[in-house]
Every structure is written in C-alpha cells, then in structure tokens.
C-alpha cells in the first residue's frame, strides 16, 4: 500500500474517531425547499433556529438537515428574493418537513412572514472562501453585448476573474490560464465553454439555474484543476405546469419548454439558442455574387441545446438525467477555396440521489464529456482535415453525512477513462500523388479519492479540511496527495478573519498555438515526458458587515505553480508524431489582493470590485530563462456594476470596467536580409524580452433598462441595451504598417497600427414567458 493511500486512510479514520461520540439525545429537522411557483429546489437557502447560532443551508437538491437538542424552536426559513417563512416546531424526535417559499411579490397564506435574514450572514459564518456565486435571474439584470446576456461574462466582474480581452475566450483566474480551469455542468466536464471566440459561453441563461465559481480554498471533492472549479447547474423545470419561455434578439433567439411529466413527481426542460449572423451575410453575397471587386463575407453561427429531465421516485430517491450539445460553425466559400471550421462539446449526465437517513446521504453520478474540432480545406487540386478531440467517461459517488451540528462530512471517489486524439492530420491530392495521414491517439485513465469535514469548533471558529488523493494513469502511473484547508474566526458578529491552503494536480493539459485566431486547441495527457502540473494557494481575507446592508471583503492570495507548460517558438503542433518535443516547461507565480464591497438590499443594489496583481512565468528556454509576465498579467483591475429599480415595472443597470492593458511582445527594430544584390529583401523583426509592452488600458461603460409589459397572459419585458457607451475603442491587437518612398519603393519606416474589434453597440431583446 502506497504511503499516499495510507495517509488517505488514516485521515478518513481520524474523521471518524473525531465524531464516533455523536451525541445522543439529538433531534433532526430534514426537508427540502422548493419555489411555491415551479416546484424547483432552492439551492442555497437558509435555515437556522432563531435565538441560536444553529443554521444550515440547503445543498444541491434543495434538501437541508439540522440537528441539535430536542427542544421547541422557531425555525427560519429564508432565500434571497422569496418571502420568509418562520414555525414554531415541537422537535423531539427527528421530522422532514417539506417547504415552499413564494416569491416576494406574491402572496403567501396561513404562514409567518417575518424580515428576511440577511444572506450575507453566510459570508460570515462558513469556513468558505474564494467564492463567487450567481444566479440566471442576478445575470439577466445587466446590460450584454449584442443584448445576450452571458453568464461568464458577469463572472468576469467579480475581483480576481479576468477576460483575455475581447476575442479571447475562457476565464483567468488569480493568474492561471484558460485550461487550468474546471468547468462543470451538472457534474459533467466541459472543456471548451466558449462561443463564438470567447463573446459568449456555452450556458444558455434559461436553462442555468445557478453558477458557483471557487477561485481558491477548493473543497475537497473538486480536482483536476489547478485554478478555479466553476460548478453551473441547471434548473429541474417546472413540475406544476407548462411554460413556455425565450427571447428575440438582434444576432440570437431562444426558446425554453419546460413542465412536469407526472405532476408533482417529474418534470423536464427542453432550451435551444442560435444565432442567426449567417443568414443576413449570405444574402449579402448572393446580392454581390456578380460583383468581380467583391469579396464574400465568411458564414459563422452557433447553436445549443439543453435537456433535463427530474424523476422523483420515491420519498428519497431522486434521478436527474442532463444533457447538452452545442456547435459553432465557421465557413468561407468562393471558386477557388473552400474552408470549413467547426468545434463544439457534447455532455450527458445521470444522477440518482439517495437519502439513507436525515443525516446520512450520497449521489452518484455517470457522466461522459466530449470536445472536438475539425478544420476542412478543400481547393481544385488539394484538400487536407485537421481533427482533434477529447472524450471522458466519469463514475462518481458522493456521500453526505451529518452526525451533529458541529460536522458536515463528505467523502467520496471518482474514476474517469480519457480518450484522445491529437492533431490528426489527413491530406490529399486529386491526382492521388498526395496521401498523408499523421497523428496520434492516447488513452489515460484518472482517479480521486477524498475526505472532508467542516467542523463547527465553537461559536466563534469553524474549520473546514480535507485530503484529497489523485492520480492518472497513462504509460507511467502518477499520483499527488492534495491536502485542503480553511478556518474561519469571528471577532464580532458582523466581522470575520478567513484563511486557507490548497494543493492541486492537473493530469490534462490544453496545448493551444497562440498564433491562431481560431481556436485550434489539442488537450494532450500526462506521460513519461509531461509530468502533471501542481500548484500551491495560500489566501488569507477580512469580511465586514456594515448596518446588515452593505458587505466589504479583501483578500490577499499567493500561488505558486510547477510544471507549466508552453510550446517552444515555431512549433508544429499538427501531424506531429513527436509532438512532445514542442513542449518546453517552467514555474509560474501570482499574488494579489482583491477588494470586494456589495450592496444587495434597497432600491439601487451592486458591487464594486478591484484587484491589484501580478502574474509571471519562467521557462529555462524562453525569454533566455529570464522570468517575463503572462500575457493575462493585469495590474489593476476594476469593475462597478449599478442596478436601480425605479418602479416593479422599470429598472437600469450600468457596467464599468478597467483593467490595465495586456502584455504584448512587439518587435523594437528590424534589419533587411538581401541575399544577392537587387533581389527582393526579407525584413526581420528583431525582438527582445516576451510581453515587454503593453496594450493600452481596457476600459469601457455600459448601460441598461429592463421594461416589464403587461401582457394578457404570463410575463414579457423589452431589454434595452447599450455596450461601449462612449465608443471607446479597446485594443485587440497591434501590427505594423510598412512605410516606403513612393518613387523609390524603399523602406523608409513602420507605423504601429491597432485593431479594435466593437464600437459602441445598442440592442433590443423582447423576452416572454406564458
């Protein structure tokens, strides 16, 4: 037996022993919490026996559990957005009591309806941190691009979560790039979730109930990532009636189904988006077909599906069946070339949810994950296809145990086969004098084991720590031993001191030619010559709660990361047998601090967040080994989001963003190469430090309104928008435009020139549900 496992083991055993004694004399209350409206669990609610500090929240079947002495109570039940109701229940023995909180704005009978507790209580009391949470309703507020509202995007305006930049997909986080994150949509992995180059994800905001983004003190039962674990689940579906839901936009429609399939007892959802950009560039070719001056406009388009569907199959027994498909597509078609690029994911996910006892439950999951993209050439004489892919197959279990009201245990496993095909190269010629196949495939098979416990030391401090043991599987066996741990002290009631430490080991890594303006990414497997990659986080942070209103947060982090791994200058990364020699490897670092202050009550509510950091990387054979930013290195960062409710009808929003510009290598001179005297010459750029320069500041403004109508039947409201309010034109990139004598033709200079990509862009969207 490995040292690693025997650790494993005997932590799991010290969990035990820490609560073998766990009281008798105890009574459980247990329930779920659903809307008064739909019938969908509310993920997240509170529950906690008023005059105590006793509380819990519901997990993610809206199911809770509290246990403490038997006694009679005045039990609170509260959501953010829905009336609270409070009981008064003789708890003697342990009761399951169902609930259903109706929203604010409707109203609820033969129950109390008291002041809503304050959420922010939460942020106070639990161990967690690092943490960002959003709802589809919270994300529906702000002003989007092309009126699309995009919940990554939103994400991107919380501190210590940055964008690449317009055009850049993906999220960085606390200074790691875009493959160091793991993305999860109902437990299922999802590689690429970006559309459309980065300007919208791949979580259509009708089907997505809530988003739950870790940027550090991960829980013990995430892995495989080293610098955020973003957990989006979707909604269940209305299981009372039918609804029909969607929204007209400018560039995009969607439509939502949902309802139940035995009343009370089942239910689906059934979303679809498309863009439809696509339609009106073909007419515009076909209309210049006949011009010889006219160049065609290249087709793109992207469209996703979303199902669920929720079976309850007894009183506790629980199967949710999830799945996605999502394509974007990209084509350029005249008489002499053809060019074809399409990439997409494909996840499906089953999970039975099984309660042992109000204290003790588990669920299982199988999920499969699969990411592919193509690009087709296809001319007179020659064509050529470049394939690449990633499919999972993933079991896992997940147990919940609750002996008392001083712990919450969770253990658990996960095992998952990968399957990879890179850079498959196949190219032809018509007259057959031209056959080349190239590429490879691989298979790698990646585990997790894991314990946690937070634990409710006193009333003043809780502690959350875990282990975690991974490992992968490929033609040498790895395996890394993650410890995790978080403490939360409160001085006073409305002040708390917050601290963790996380290890993490990432087994897959995203091999991706930075040159390319189309996503042409390969995800490659650890191996005898690419160790997995690891990091350390330490983050230390001070939460505020001022007049139960407003909350003020900072916190400070440093991480540390090895094995980092880049693709030498040059390298070719298609058809390459011996890709791995591309690769070379280093460490990174990134440290920070983050302020966060949030008003989430009252008639104007929103954030202000700021983050001041640096990110950099060293590799032994770049840059000369001397340590350079990443191109993702932001110094300063600053978001302010605004949401103003003038009447139940009408509300605005305004979005503003700065953010210090991205590293960039530019060339600081060039010399002319003549091989023989008269002869075309080759100017080369000279270069000299990576990511020496820097892009000008980001910064831009964006404005609101969200206008309810009153339609016969459901509801309906006009979304107005306007993105880039004062036409700031932001940077996507720099070249250099060649200066020469017009009578000589000689060189005489070059002059920088910079691409922006958007305008100030106003928008519509009429959205509907009834």
């Known amino acids: 037996m490995s040292l690693a496992l025997r650790l494993l083991l005997s932590f799991t055993l010290l969990l035990c ?68 109701q409070v009981q008064e229940i003789a708890l003697n023995n342990d009761q399951r009591l169902n609930l259903e909180l109706a929203l604010l704005n409707t109203e609820l009978k033969e129950v109390v309806v008291e002041g809503e507790r304050n959420t922010f209580q939460d942020r106070l009391t639990t161990p967690q941190m690092s943490m960002e949470t959003l709802s589809s309703r919270e994300a529906k507020l702000l002003p989007a691009l092309f009126g699309e509202v995009d919940i990554i995007k939103t994400l991107q305006l919380k501190p210590g979560i940055q964008s690449g930049g317009e055009g850049t997909s993906g999220l960085f986080v606390r200074g790691g790039s875009n493959d160091q994150n793991l993305v999860l949509l109902e437990d299922a992995l999802v590689y690429n979730p970006s559309h459309l ?33 973003l957990d989006v689940k979707m909604r269940d579906g209305n299981r009372k009636e039918y609804d029909v839901s969607g929204g007209l936009g400018l560039i995009a429609s969607r439509l939502t189904v949902e309802g139940p399939i035995q009343k009370e007892k089942s239910s689906f959802l059934v979303s679809g988006r498309r863009t439809y950009v696509d339609v009106f560039t073909r007419m515009i070719n076909k209309a210049k077909e006949d011009d010889p001056d006219w160049s065609p406009i290249p087709d793109y388009y992207f469209y996703d599906f979303n199902a669920k569907a929720t079976f309850e199959l007894g009183p506790n027994d629980r199967l949710f069946v999830n799945g996605y498909y999502g394509r974007d597509f990209f084509t350029f078609n005249d008489e002499n070339f053809n060019f074809n690029f399409n990439w997409g994911n494909r996840v499906a996910s089953a999970r039975w949810a099984h309660q042992f006892s109000p204290r003790f439950f588990v669920n299982t999951t199988f999920s499969t994950s699969n990411y592919e993209y193509e690009i087709a050439n296809q001319l007179d004489i020659f064509s050529f296809n470049l394939t690449s892919s990633i499919t999972d197959y993933t079991l896992k279990t997940d147990f919940e ?139 230390i942070g001070l939460t505020k709660l001022y007049k139960d209103t407003y909350l003020f947060s900072t916190e400070a982090y440093y991480k540390d990361m090895q094995r980092q791994l880049d693709l030498r200058d040059g390298a070719q990364i298609f058809g390459n047998a011996e890709l791995e020699k591309e690769f070379v490897f280093g460490t990174g670092e990134s440290y920070g601090q983050e302020f966060y202050v949030e008003k989430k009550e009252g008639k104007t509510t929103g954030w202000i967040g700021y983050t001041l950091s640096w990110t950099n990387r060293t590799f032994p054979d770049i840059n000369n080994g001397k340590t350079f930013p990443t191109r993702f290195d932001r110094r300063h960062d600053l978001s302010v989001v605004a949401i103003h409710e003038f009447s139940e009808r009408m509300s605005a929003t305004a979005t503003f963003v700065y953010g210090t510009g991205n590293a ?38 964006d404005l609101g309104l969200v206008y309810k109508l009153k339609p016969k039947r459901g509801t309906s409201d006009l979304t107005f928008s306007v993105y880039n309010v004062y036409n700031r034109r ?41």
């Open 17 to 84: 022993l820490s609560f073998s004694a766990a009281a008798q004399d105890k009574a459980t209350l247990s329930g779920i919490l659903r809307d008064a409206k739909t019938g969908e669990p509310l993920i997240g609610a509170n529950v906690g026996l008023l005059g105590t500090t006793a509380g819990v929240t519901t997990n993610t079947n809206g199911f809770y559990s509290l246990t403490t002495a038997p006694g009679t109570y005045r039990v609170q039940f509260s959501y953010l957005g829905y009336q609270t």
């Open 197 to 229: 180059f980065g300007f919208f994800s791949v979580f259509n905001p009708d089907a997505v109930r809530n988003v739950e983004l870790y940027k550090g003190g991960f829980p013990a039962q995430f892995g495989g990532r080293l610098s955020s674990v």
């Open 401 to 539: 145990y609750l002996p008392n009201e001083r712990h919450h245990v969770r253990f658990g496993g996960s095992a998952t086969e990968h399957q990879f095909t890179v850079g498959r190269l196949q190219a032809s010629s018509q007259d057959g004098s031209v056959n080349v196949q190239a590429g490879n495939d691989y298979q790698g098979q990646e585990f997790g084991v894991y314990a946690s416990d937070d634990w409710s030391f006193s009333p003043l401090l809780t502690v959350s720590y875990g282990l975690r043991l991974s490992g992968f599987r490929n033609d040498k066996t790895f395996v890394g031993l993650e410890p995790r741990l978080s403490a939360n002290y409160r001085f006073t009631e409305t002040l708390s001191l917050k601290a963790n430490y996380t290890r993490m080991y990432q087994y897959v890594h995203l091999v991706s030619n930075s040159g390319a303006s189309l996503p042409t990414d390969i995800w490659y497997p650890s191996s005898p010559g690419v160790k997995p990659q690891r990091s350390n986080q330490l983050a």
């Open 664 to 701: 960039y290598s530019l060339p600081v001179q060039r010399f002319i190469f003549q091989d023989v005297n008269g002869e075309d010459y080759t100017v080369i750029p000279v270069y000299t430090e990576r990511n020496s320069f820097r892009l000008a500041a980001y910064h831009r403004l």
């Open 730 to 770: 932001n940077p996507y990139f720099v070249y250099f435009e060649t200066l020469k004598d017009e009578e000589t033709e000689q060189i005489t200079g070059f002059v920088a020139k910079q691409v922006s990509l958007f305008p100030v862009i106003p928008s519509i969207t009429y959205n509907f549900k009834f």
